[in-house]
């Protein structure tokens, strides 16, 4: 199917696309086009305007911003450009040591060539509780930066995301950069079940653990997706894992709590208690590698 006609912009400034937004009546502004150019494929959606922010060069690149926000008292952080390629996240040493969970996550983003075209802040905007990225800046307790009119401001993860599709991104903002604070020590899994090669999890779990004395685990976040509407935080299983010995037969126990509070969807691929099945099973497994002992 042909998109309905609609103009496009390609702005050089994050100014110039904040200018071009607070203009239009109704616009959908232009990342890396793996979830947009379906919608308007599909007629899903029918802009008057489209802002292609693939020539702003400031909203690229990963760049060690040290203290502050989220991070103050921890290691520091690294800031990720919105219009950061997943390939580039993937080919970056720092990512792969200091935020292994977004690694693994971004490993498992589609293919190759989705890889190479999609972008992280296009992705979090975009808000699909389907979406591998969300419940990874959840469990790493990640800021969003957002542009407007008035500036610029900072947006917990937690706060973000809000409804289906919806994030805290007003139609005259942009998200341009995510915080990822660092906590040096801390273990990482994810554990992601699919269908077939490629597709949208059905049930995905992200897993950061810290062990205090490296045999009981001190601290523990656990990111959901596609168990509601938005990603999710498995506060009950974090609670539950404090000062736990990361054996299979107690991290299960405390993983059997992972759909606690959750309102996963039914479809093709699962009905919502086989997803609630799936949760605990990953948790266990996520937690069992971010510990050091993968099953």
């Known amino acids: 199917m042909i998109p309905t006609a609609f103009d496009y912009a390609r702005p050089t400034s994050v100014d110039e696309a904040l200018r071009l937004l607070a203009q239009a009546d109704d616009a959908k502004v232009l990342a890396g086009g793996q979830s947009l150019l379906p919608v308007l494929r599909m007629r899903l959606n029918a802009p008057d305007l489209v802002v292609d922010l693939g020539r702003i060069d400031s909203l690229r690149g990963i760049r060690d911003i040290g203290g ?50 999609g972008t992280l802040g296009g992705s979090l905007a975009h808000a699909d509780p389907a ?12 800021e969003m930066v957002i542009a407007g009119p ?15 599709f919806t994030t805290a991104v007003g ?13 040096p020590g801390w273990g990482a899994g994810y554990q992601k079940f699919v269908r077939t090669a490629q597709q949208w999890p059905v049930v995905a779990v992200g897993a950061c653990v810290h062990l205090a004395d490296g045999k009981t685990i001190s ?23 404090a000062g736990v010995t ?10 059997a709590a992972a759909a606690d509070g959750t309102s996963p969807p039914s479809d093709l691929n699962g009905d919502a208690d086989y997803r609630r099945h799936l949760a605990t099973v990953l948790a266990r497994r996520a937690v069992l590698a971010a510990a050091g002992h993968p099953q």
């Open 68 to 117: 502050g926000g989220a991070v103050a008292g921890g290691g520091g952080a690294i800031e990720i450009g919105a219009m950061t390629p997943y390939h580039e996240i993937l080919a970056s040493d720092e990512i792969r040591q200091e935020l292994t969970l977004l690694h693994h996550a971004v490993a498992e983003v589609g293919d190759p060539q989705i890889r190479h075209r």
């Open 131 to 142: 979406g591998d990225c969300g419940a990874v800046a959840l469990a790493l307790e990640a």
């Open 150 to 164: 008035s500036g610029e401001r900072v947006v917990p993860a937690a706060d973000f995301f809000q409804d289906l």
């Open 171 to 183: 139609d005259d903002e942009l998200l341009v950069a995510i915080r990822f604070p660092v906590h």
């Open 219 to 241: 601290e523990a976040r656990i990111g959901l997706t596609n168990m509601g509407p938005t990603p999710l935080r498995a506060r009950a299983v974090e609670e539950a894992l």
């Open 246 to 255: 990361p054996t299979p037969e107690a991290v299960g126990a405390a993983c």
